[in-house]
């Protein structure tokens, strides 16, 4: 059974910083796909950083410049380093993966709220 467990998120000020962690466990998942969703209250669920088949990463241009993403395979966890937080970063945000094999079939953590303050 996969399990994506999200933390680290929190209230910080803008201009501050968060690093998020997804530590997965279970058998089953396309770890090139792993990555990082948000979604604010009264918006769509949008992608913010993702690895990709290739080996690279793509990043939302919202974030492009400031956050990172990255990944420890020893312990089966993903990060995303967020720096020059921003109000409008304020949102749930989620990990994600596709199941191996699979184009379509997403498993998804439970979320962690990440609030930035002026």
């Known amino acids: 059974q996969v399990q994506l467990v999200e933390s680290g998120g929190g209230l910080v000020q803008v201009g501050g910083s968060l690093r998020l962690s997804c530590a997965a466990s279970?058998?089953?998942?396309?770890?090139?796909?792993m990555g990082w969703y948000r979604q604010a209250p009264g918006n769509k669920r949008e992608l913010v950083a993702t690895f990709t088949s290739g080996g690279g990463t793509l990043y939302a241009d919202s974030v492009k410049g400031r956050f990172v993403i990255f990944r420890d395979n020893a312990k089966n966890t993903m990060y995303l380093q967020m720096n020059s937080l921003k109000i409008e970063d304020t949102a749930v945000y989620y990990c994600s993966a596709l199941r191996f094999l699979s184009s379509s079939y997403r498993y998804w953590g439970q979320g962690t709220q990440v609030t930035v303050s002026s």
């Open positions: 279970g058998t089953g998942i396309n770890i090139n796909s």
